[in-house]
């Protein structure tokens, strides 16, 4: 397959013909399957015990204690899921891994279950009660623990409902875990013919390589090969999506929230105004995404603009191939305001010491992602392309929740190392900042700037632009839930269409089978997540000039909100660091880097 020079191998790897450098080390978690095996039967049977505290909580010592053993727990299973999930991503297609995973969370499940008595009899404790525990000096190190339990009391069940609620568990689970099968494992495209006119195989990670192409003909028909598999097999993919939606609407209103909205913001302590001051800032913006699409029209000499077309850099014969090392390295140097122990960690781990499992092969889960560990290193899952941009911002993306988690875990006990989502965001996104910086920095000449202005836009685009239209569509499909109103393929493309004609202006052409990338989204399978990639890269550029504009005390203030875990609210960790998202401050400066940016490669080209 050529792109721009580069020739990529047609076929995939087996699994078992990866080189193991290039796969991540999993000793760290179990030496074998063998040992993973019997130490998950140890833990089955040390879970056990956990009903033996039913009725007993209120005695303190009993209670210190089960608090002691509940963490024992936790993180034995978390090591042990950990494995098993990072094995089952190798491939999709091999059972034993499948089957391994699907063991532990039946487990997990199970646990959860026989726990589900904790919260509804600590709740039932009097507010006397409640004094006495968050005055006894034996408890201390768990009061915030017991504190964020407390706040739950208007929504906890009885001891049974929540039994009830906690069985379903591997059920309520099942639309994802279909939807990753058919998505990334039982989904096949078309071949599509490269630049050179030869057939080459596309897929979800190959997509990008062809979005990418300097020739039209080559984006268009990946694009369409890609949404044609979509179509086909529309009904069966809506169908997950709505049991995933009304999985949400049933756990929010089980418990008695208004919406899943506010279950989902609550939970995280995070207020719903920050939410809406996203959406009212992005809307507020989107005269200038108008502006950019007409730009990139006109540098790229088209008559009219499709999805397409909005990936293919403006800027051409800008040769880009980097290896493995040659893109750590460059991190590392982009990295280098954070200090010399963030950036020798991250670089080790992303090398000799093997956080990382690099490269596609046949069957392995899409995209990437970091999976953090108290007790492992935080591992890291990529599809590397050494011939796209992209793939270089990934793994710094990646290597920012790695190193939060490692900083965390560092820095905190174990019930407060494992931080919200909405933080993680920030620090991968802050890391995507400073690269970027970096390159813009060091580029060598107008052309080169441009190019890099480019990339750096449409990360605001993807990032804040996309990720806001996406929130949108899940806030409308979740009203209409809550509303007891149907849910199907028509309408998620209806409604979908709208926000589409929206977010991308009157003069962009929204071909009508671009409605259906609403169906292929992970993330609309965890309720409420995607806004935080949206929040996450505003608050991240608000700390990038904090920190680079800044000197030891900022570089200080951003490393310790790393190292914060989930040791206090969200905001308040943030705040810390120089941001609050309860304002519209980092949202608004976010969208005036964006137009700043536009002018200056509209100056640079045109």
Same mark, same amino acid.
């Given at each position: 397959?050529?792109?721009?020079?580069?020739?990529?191998?047609?076929?995939?790897?087996?699994?078992?013909?990866?080189?193991?450098?290039?796969?991540?080390? /999993?000793?760290?978690?179990?030496?074998?399957?063998?040992?993973?095996?019997?130490?998950?039967?140890?833990?089955?049977?040390?879970?056990?015990?956990?009903?033996?505290?039913?009725?007993?909580?209120?005695?303190?010592?009993?209670?210190?204690?089960?608090?002691?053993?509940?963490?024992?727990?936790?993180?034995?299973?978390?090591?042990?899921?950990?494995?098993?999930?990072?094995?089952?991503?190798?491939?999709?297609?091999?059972?034993?891994?499948?089957?391994?995973?699907?063991?532990?969370?039946?487990?997990?499940?199970?646990?959860?279950?026989?726990?589900?008595?904790?919260?509804?009899?600590?709740?039932?404790?009097?507010?006397?009660?409640?004094?006495?525990?968050?005055?006894?000096?034996?408890?201390?190190?768990?009061?915030?623990?017991?504190?964020?339990?407390?706040?739950?009391?208007?929504?906890?069940?009885?001891?049974?409902?929540?039994?009830?609620?906690?069985?379903?568990?591997?059920?309520?689970?099942?639309?994802? !875990?279909?939807?990753? /099968?058919?998505?990334?494992?039982?989904?096949?495209?078309?071949?599509?013919?490269?630049?050179?006119?030869?057939?080459?195989?596309?897929?979800?990670?190959?997509?990008?390589?062809?979005?990418?192409?300097?020739?039209?003909?080559?984006?268009?028909?990946?694009?369409?090969?890609?949404?044609?598999?979509?179509?086909?097999?529309?009904?069966?993919?809506?169908?997950?999506?709505?049991?995933?939606?009304?999985?949400?609407?049933?756990?929010?209103?089980?418990?008695?929230?208004?919406?899943?909205?506010?279950?989902?913001?609550?939970?995280?302590?995070?207020?719903?105004?920050?939410?809406?001051?996203?959406?009212?800032?992005?809307?507020?913006?989107?005269?200038?995404?108008?502006?950019?699409?007409?730009?990139?029209?006109?540098?790229?000499?088209?008559?009219?603009?499709?999805?397409?077309?909005?990936?293919?850099?403006?800027?051409?014969?800008?040769?880009?191939?980097?290896?493995?090392?040659?893109?750590?390295?460059?991190?590392?140097?982009?990295?280098?305001?954070?200090?010399?122990?963030?950036?020798?960690?991250?670089?080790?781990?992303?090398?000799?010491?093997?956080?990382?499992?690099?490269?596609?092969?046949?069957?392995?889960?899409?995209?990437?992602?970091?999976?953090?560990?108290?007790?492992?290193?935080?591992?890291?899952?990529?599809?590397?392309?050494?011939?796209?941009?992209?793939?270089?911002?990934? /793994?710094?993306?990646?290597?920012?929740?790695?190193?939060?988690?490692?900083?965390?875990?560092?820095?905190?006990?174990?019930?407060?190392?494992?931080?919200?989502?909405?933080?993680?965001?920030?620090?991968?996104?802050?890391?995507?900042?400073?690269?970027?910086?970096?390159?813009?920095?060091?580029?060598?000449?107008?052309?080169?700037?441009?190019?890099?202005?480019?990339?750096? /836009?449409?990360?605001?685009?993807?990032?804040?632009?996309?990720?806001?239209?996406?929130?949108?569509?899940?806030?409308?499909?979740?009203?209409?839930?809550?509303?007891?109103?149907?849910?199907?393929?028509?309408?998620?493309?209806?409604?979908?269409?709208?926000?589409?004609?929206?977010?991308?202006?009157?003069?962009?052409?929204?071909?009508?089978?671009?409605?259906?990338?609403?169906?292929?989204?992970?993330?609309?399978?965890?309720?409420?997540?995607?806004?935080?990639?949206?929040?996450?890269?505003?608050?991240?550029?608000?700390?990038?000039?904090?920190?680079?504009?800044?000197?030891?005390?900022?570089?200080?203030?951003?490393?310790?909100?790393?190292?914060?875990?989930?040791?206090?609210?969200?905001?308040?960790?943030?705040?810390?660091?120089?941001?609050?998202?309860?304002?519209?401050?980092?949202?608004?400066?976010?969208? !005036?880097?964006?137009?700043?940016?536009?002018?200056?490669?509209?100056?640079?080209?045109?």
């Amino acid at each position: 397959m050529t792109f721009k020079g580069q020739i990529v191998e047609p076929e995939l790897k087996k699994r078992s013909d990866v080189a193991v450098a290039d796969t991540w080390d /999993l000793s760290q978690l179990c030496a074998s399957d063998e040992v993973w095996r019997k130490d998950f039967d140890d833990w089955k049977l040390f879970a056990e015990k956990i009903v033996s505290y039913r009725g007993k909580l209120a005695d303190v010592e009993t209670l210190v204690e089960f608090l002691k053993y509940e963490e024992e727990l936790d993180r034995k299973g978390e090591r042990l899921g950990t494995y098993a999930f990072l094995k089952s991503t190798e491939d999709l297609a091999d059972s034993t891994y499948q089957e391994m995973k699907s063991e532990f969370y039946l487990i997990a499940n199970k646990v959860a279950e026989e726990s589900s008595f904790v919260r509804p009899e600590l709740l039932g404790f009097s507010s006397e009660k409640w004094d006495e525990l968050m005055n006894d000096e034996r408890l201390s190190p768990w009061k915030l623990k017991l504190e964020r339990i407390l706040r739950f009391k208007p929504y906890s069940l009885s001891d049974k409902e929540e039994r009830i609620l906690a069985s379903v568990g591997d059920v309520a689970d099942a639309p994802s !875990k279909a939807f990753r /099968l058919l998505n990334d494992a039982e989904t096949k495209f078309k071949p599509t013919k490269d630049e050179s006119g030869n057939e080459a195989p596309l897929t979800l990670e190959t997509l990008q390589l062809f979005l990418h192409s300097s020739k039209r003909s080559v984006r268009q028909e990946a694009f369409e090969n890609l949404y044609q598999e979509y179509e086909a097999r529309q009904n069966t993919f809506a169908a997950l999506l709505e049991g995933s939606i009304r999985k949400d609407v049933f756990y929010a209103k089980a418990r008695g929230f208004s919406s899943v909205l506010q279950a989902s913001m609550f939970t995280e302590e995070i207020p719903e105004q920050v939410y809406k001051n996203l959406l009212e800032g992005v809307r507020g913006a989107l005269p200038a995404l108008y502006r950019y699409y007409e730009l990139r029209r006109k540098l790229l000499k088209l008559d009219n603009i499709h999805f397409y077309d909005v990936y293919v850099p403006v800027v051409s014969d800008v040769k880009v191939d980097y290896t493995w090392n040659s893109a750590v390295e460059l991190i590392g140097k982009a990295l280098a305001p954070l200090g010399e122990e963030y950036v020798s960690t991250l670089t080790k781990g992303l090398t000799t010491d093997r956080w990382v499992d690099r490269y596609e092969n046949l069957n392995k889960e899409s995209g990437a992602f970091s999976c953090p560990g108290y007790d492992s290193p935080p591992y890291i899952l990529t599809n590397f392309k050494s011939s796209t941009i992209e793939s270089v911002f990934t /793994l710094a993306h990646e290597g920012g929740h790695s190193m939060h988690s490692w900083y965390s875990a560092k820095n905190q006990p174990y019930r407060y190392y494992d931080y919200v989502i909405f933080l993680a965001e920030i620090a991968s996104t802050f890391n995507e900042q400073l690269l970027a910086r970096y390159l813009l920095k060091n580029a060598g000449d107008d052309k080169m700037r441009a190019w890099i202005i480019n990339r750096e /836009l449409d990360s605001i685009r993807t990032t804040i632009f996309r990720q806001t239209m996406f929130s949108e569509f899940e806030f409308r499909v979740h009203e209409l839930a809550e509303a007891n109103q149907p849910l199907s393929a028509s309408i998620f493309r209806r409604v979908y269409r709208e926000i589409l004609d929206q977010y991308f202006g009157p003069d962009f052409v929204v071909d009508d089978l671009l409605e259906l990338e609403c169906l292929r989204i992970p993330h609309f399978y965890r309720g409420y997540y995607v806004y935080k990639y949206a929040t996450g890269l505003s608050a991240a550029i608000s700390l990038a000039d904090r920190v680079l504009d800044g000197g030891v005390s900022e570089r200080d203030a951003y490393l310790g909100f790393l190292k914060s875990g989930a040791s206090a609210k969200p905001l308040e960790i943030l705040n810390g660091a120089g941001v609050d998202m309860e304002k519209k401050d980092a949202i608004q400066a976010a969208m !005036k880097r964006f137009e700043k940016l536009t002018e200056e490669l509209d100056s640079l080209l045109s």
